[in-house]
């Protein structure tokens, strides 16, 4: 099914007056006041009300006599309310009690902590607890029952065909559950049976799925729980599968309508590489670069992605794969989201090769003009082999000679259209000439051995087709199975969890009272005479008051004047000039600042490993994720760190979070919990595209259904049975969902 607004464009139906357009106001039991509120969820036509899915189902299908009660089992009972009260308890809590009649015999329901229980009920209300009973003063008792009111004494009596399996939905003020369950039983009567079912009666059999106008039916009507599960199931595998053959689709595509430079990785390259670094490599850091290698061999181009822990480092990774694609002869490019990050990645690749003669250059905004035009010309000519940028380095201006590999760091802050810029870059010369990429003899590499990463360049004949450049992404944020499904779902995936040896986990403590402030500041200024450095981290520039304790420019005055007196401390925001905000960070890394007071602009990028401790402002406001990324900017060289986030915070996700961060240095188990608490928010990062791409789906609580759905559309993509007639109306509604947030041609 396809949500749509346009009645004109129901891929369901070709024609104009599609049933399922049907503003929702004019379904039988809505009107013009329940469309208002309705439209408060999303809710606007028939078929908008028909995808409204239950989130669950009360099922009080075992309704029993009082008398037939049995202990912890699953079962209901219907009485008359016939007593209400309330008990204080010590510390401020209470317990709410109510009293059923059922025929003759009394059965209880309790609730702990819940006074507004108490309202919802009135002397001589029919109503039907259900739960698993026990036993207490000689009576049954429910604690926390689910709760079903009958609304006349006629239901009452006929109690069996007045309850049974009742679906649950989100609803919104204004309207009742009872109102909620009339409308969507109103809609399924009416409409549908206008639904039409893309998939293939064989195809549905195969996979054991219902047809979908019966889901629709059970999903809103069922007979059983278990009548209700299959058809949920149903709606919610139609909206990951036609997601994940959209990833499918891509990845093809990729893969048949475009070749790529083939880099090849010889002993000889990978020993010429390896010996630039000052460490040897970890095991999963090699088992990465043995993936790369496979990868760039080929002519088709690689798609892959590169998750790691904080500092497991990934970066030197990057610099192998683009090393060997200048190496084969060829350019290769980085891009970052940050000037912060694009720095840190320049002065890597400055430090590497700083007695090597590949030629590179550092692309940002705000250059110089006759310096971008020199940099702009190098690379259209080939001359630049290695380009390290901002966004700047996808504009239309930048034009490469033969671009072999495209990076691209921190990903997830970057949306589709940016990472699928590379692929339409076209490697055209500019002179009748081959392609020549000077050779370099380097005279004295780190191991005074020569190093010659460009010495075999290939010539590239003018003739060939244009060839789209490997993209390796990379992210050090790791991802929850469930967003990487999806998000990077037409990707190959390299993991690193392994950190490098020596390097220490951050002991991670949690601040509260101003106490234990006092104490943690002692703390930084005891480090500090030992010659560490520390970072204060706030999660905004200005104060909202004079006295805004968590605001950059606010603390920034108060360490100078009061807690750290007599240390240098230095301020870092985003709204600093260019020019500024390199100045300090040169200073914090040549050591003349001790404190850096700073918002979430080192959130990745900064590497100094002298920097050993870590101050968080209202760690409360920032997600697990993001707590992560910040930690891992200490603790990088060979001394212990400590992070101390301050938090008054007493909120049960607040505690959820911050004891998470105290309990775990993991930075994919803390992917999970974040995903848990927070959500999937916006799995492919094009809100600002104003897409969606998920309907009813969610990932994360759905994680069982995509690994099916991944795996249902990776077997009709690969085994070409998509591309048959029968599965017509599947291609259109994917191509209607997807085909913009996707890159996909509009044609199948």
């Given at each position: 099914?396809?949500?749509m607004?346009?009645?004109?464009?129901?891929?369901?139906h070709?024609?104009?007056?599609?049933?399922?357009?049907?503003?929702?106001?004019?379904?039988?039991?809505?009107?013009?006041?329940?469309?208002?509120?309705?439209a408060?969820?999303?809710?606007?036509?028939a078929?908008?009300?028909?995808l409204?899915?239950?989130?669950?189902?009360?099922?009080?299908?075992?309704?029993?006599?009082?008398?037939?009660?049995?202990?912890?089992?699953?079962?209901?009972?219907?009485?008359?309310?016939?007593?209400?009260?309330?008990?204080?308890?010590?510390?401020?809590r209470?317990?709410?009690?109510?009293?059923?009649?059922?025929?003759?015999?009394?059965?209880?329901?309790?609730?702990?902590?819940?006074?507004?229980?108490?309202?919802?009920?009135?002397?001589?209300d029919?109503?039907?607890?259900?739960?698993?009973?026990?036993?207490?003063?000689g009576?049954?008792?429910?604690s926390?029952?689910?709760?079903?009111?009958?609304?006349?004494?006629?239901?009452?009596?006929?109690?069996?065909?007045?309850?049974g399996?009742?679906?649950?939905?989100?609803?919104t003020?204004?309207?009742?559950?009872?109102?909620?369950?009339?409308?969507?039983?109103?809609?399924?009567?009416?409409?549908a049976?206008?639904?039409?079912?893309?998939?293939?009666?064989?195809?549905?059999s195969?996979?054991?799925l219902?047809?979908?106008?019966?889901?629709?039916?059970?999903?809103?009507?069922?007979d059983?729980?278990?009548?209700f599960?299959?058809?949920?199931?149903?709606?919610i595998?139609?909206?990951?599968?036609?997601f994940?053959?959209?990833?499918?689709?891509?990845?093809?595509?990729?893969?048949?309508?475009?070749?790529?430079?083939?880099?090849?990785v010889?002993?000889?390259?990978?020993?010429?590489?390896?010996?630039?670094?000052?460490?040897?490599?970890?095991?999963?850091?090699?088992?990465?670069?043995?993936?790369?290698?496979?990868?760039?061999?080929k002519?088709?181009?690689m798609?892959?992605?590169?998750?790691?822990?904080?500092?497991?480092?990934k970066?030197?990774?990057a610099v192998y794969?683009?090393?060997?694609?200048?190496?084969?002869?060829?350019?290769?490019?980085?891009m970052?989201?940050?000037?912060?990050?694009?720095?840190?990645?320049?002065l890597?690749?400055?430090?590497?090769?700083?007695q090597?003669?590949?030629?590179?250059?550092?692309?940002?905004?705000?250059?110089?003009?006759?310096?971008?035009?020199?940099l702009?010309?190098?690379?259209?000519?080939?001359?630049?082999?290695?380009?390290?940028?901002?966004?700047?380095?996808?504009?239309?201006?930048v034009?490469?000679?033969?671009?072999?590999?495209?990076?691209?760091?921190?990903?997830?802050r970057?949306?589709?259209?940016?990472?699928?810029?590379?692929?339409?870059?076209?490697?055209?010369?500019?002179?009748?000439?081959?392609?020549?990429?000077?050779?370099?003899?380097?005279?004295?590499?780190?191991?005074?051995?020569?190093?010659?990463?460009?010495?075999?360049?290939?010539?590239?004949?003018?003739?060939?087709?244009?060839?789209?450049?490997?993209?390796?992404?990379?992210?050090?944020?790791?991802?929850?199975?469930?967003?990487c499904?999806?998000?990077?779902?037409?990707?190959?995936v390299?993991?690193?969890?392994?950190?490098?040896?020596?390097?220490?986990?951050?002991?991670?403590?949690?601040?509260?009272?101003?106490?234990?402030?006092?104490?943690?500041?002692?703390?930084?200024?005891?480090?500090?005479?030992?010659?560490?450095q520390?970072?204060?981290v706030?999660?905004?520039?200005?104060?909202?008051?004079?006295?805004?304790?968590?605001?950059a420019?606010?603390?920034?005055?108060?360490?100078?004047?009061?807690?750290?007196?007599?240390?240098?401390?230095?301020?870092?925001?985003?709204?600093?000039?260019?020019?500024?905000?390199?100045?300090?960070?040169?200073?914090?890394?040549n050591h003349?600042?001790e404190?850096?007071?700073?918002?979430?602009?080192?959130?990745?990028?900064?590497?100094?490993?002298?920097?050993?401790?870590?101050?968080?402002?209202q760690a409360?406001?920032?997600?697990?994720a993001?707590?992560?990324?910040?930690?891992?900017?200490?603790?990088?060289?060979?001394?212990?760190?400590?992070?101390f986030?301050?938090?008054?915070?007493?909120?049960?996700?607040?505690?959820?979070?911050?004891?998470?961060?105290?309990?775990?240095?993991?930075?994919?188990?803390?992917?999970?919990?974040?995903?848990?608490?927070?959500?999937?928010g916006?799995?492919?990062?094009?809100?600002?595209?104003?897409?969606l791409?998920?309907?009813?789906?969610?990932?994360?609580?759905?994680?069982?259904?995509?690994?099916?759905?991944?795996?249902?559309?990776?077997?009709?993509?690969?085994?070409?049975?998509f591309?048959?007639?029968?599965?017509?109306?599947?291609?259109?509604?994917?191509?209607?969902?997807f085909?913009?947030?996707?890159?996909?041609?509009?044609?199948?």
């Open positions: 099914m396809d949500e607004t346009d009645s004109t464009e129901n891929p369901h070709n024609i104009v007056e599609d049933p399922l357009q049907t503003p929702v106001q004019f379904v039988a039991g809505v009107g013009p006041q329940r469309a208002a509120l309705l408060k969820l999303g809710i606007k036509t078929l908008d009300l028909l409204h899915l239950p989130h669950s189902v009360n099922d009080f299908t075992d309704m029993r006599p009082a008398t037939h009660l049995e202990k912890e089992v699953e079962q209901s009972v219907h009485g008359r309310v016939v007593d209400r009260d309330i008990r204080n308890l010590s510390k401020g209470t317990l709410v009690g109510i009293l059923l009649d059922c025929e003759g015999h009394f059965v209880r329901g309790t609730w702990f902590n819940q006074p507004w229980m108490l309202k919802k009920f009135r002397d001589e029919h109503v039907v607890f259900s739960g698993k009973p026990k036993r207490a003063s009576r049954w008792e429910f926390n029952p689910r709760i079903h009111w009958l609304s006349t004494e006629d239901e009452a009596a006929d109690i069996e065909n007045a309850v399996v009742l679906p649950r939905y989100p609803l003020e204004g309207i009742k559950m009872d109102d909620m369950r009339r409308m969507t039983r109103s809609v399924v009567d009416g409409f049976e206008s639904v039409q079912d893309p998939l293939p009666e064989y195809y549905r195969h996979h054991k219902p047809h979908l106008p019966t889901a629709l039916h059970w999903l809103h009507t069922p059983s729980k278990e009548q599960e299959t058809a949920r199931h149903r709606v595998l139609d909206d990951l599968f036609e994940q053959l959209g990833l499918a689709l891509r990845r093809r595509i990729w893969g048949t309508n475009s070749k790529a430079w083939p880099i090849a010889t002993a000889k390259i990978d020993a010429r590489i390896r010996r630039l670094f000052e460490f040897r490599f970890t095991s999963g850091q090699d088992q990465t670069v043995k993936e790369l290698a496979k990868d760039l061999a002519e088709q181009p798609h892959r992605l590169l998750q790691a822990d904080v500092g497991a480092g970066t030197a990774i794969a683009m090393l060997s694609a200048v190496a084969a002869g060829c350019q290769a490019v980085l970052a989201p940050t000037e912060v990050l694009a720095t840190q990645h320049w890597t690749f400055e430090h590497l090769l700083r090597s003669r590949v030629k590179r250059g550092f692309l940002v905004g705000g250059l110089p003009a006759a310096e971008r035009r020199q702009l010309s190098d690379i259209a000519v080939g001359d630049c082999q290695i380009v390290v940028g901002t966004q700047a380095v996808i504009q239309e201006s034009r490469f000679r033969n671009l072999a590999l495209a990076v691209i760091d921190e990903q997830h970057f949306g589709v259209r940016q990472r699928a810029a590379f692929g339409s870059v076209d490697d055209k010369p500019t002179d009748g000439d081959s392609a020549h990429v000077p050779g370099t003899a380097d005279s004295a590499a780190p191991t005074g051995q020569q190093h010659e990463l460009a010495a075999n360049a290939e010539t590239r004949p003018v003739s060939a087709p244009p060839r789209q450049p490997h993209v390796l992404v990379m992210t050090a944020t790791p991802i929850p199975r469930s967003l499904l999806t998000r990077f779902g037409d990707l190959d390299s993991t690193m969890r392994e950190l490098p040896p020596g390097r220490q986990n951050v002991v991670t403590s949690r601040v509260e009272t101003v106490e234990q402030q006092a104490r943690a500041w002692e703390f930084v200024r005891q480090q500090v005479a030992k010659g560490r520390a970072f204060v706030c999660p905004r520039v200005e104060g909202q008051d004079d006295d805004d304790d968590a605001a420019e606010t603390v920034f005055q108060n360490l100078q004047q009061a807690q750290l007196n007599g240390i240098t401390v230095g301020l870092l925001h985003g709204r600093m000039d260019r020019d500024t905000r390199h100045d300090v960070m040169g200073r914090f890394r003349e600042i404190v850096l007071v700073s918002t979430t602009v080192i959130e990745v990028g900064v590497d100094v490993p002298n920097a050993t401790i870590m101050l968080v402002q409360e406001r920032f997600g697990l993001q707590l992560h990324q910040l930690r891992g900017r200490i603790c990088r060289g060979s001394f212990q760190g400590y992070c986030l301050i938090s008054d915070a007493d909120t049960p996700e607040a505690n959820q979070r911050l004891q998470a961060m105290e309990q775990s240095s993991d930075g994919f188990e803390l992917a999970e919990k974040d995903a848990e608490l927070r959500g999937p916006d799995v492919l990062g094009t809100r600002q595209s104003g897409a791409p998920l309907r009813v789906a969610n990932p994360i609580r759905d994680i069982q259904i995509l690994q099916t759905a991944r795996r249902m559309a990776h077997d009709l993509v690969r085994t070409g049975d591309d048959s007639p029968e599965y017509q109306s599947l291609r259109n509604i994917v191509l209607k969902r085909a913009h947030v996707l890159d996909l041609p509009q044609t199948g």
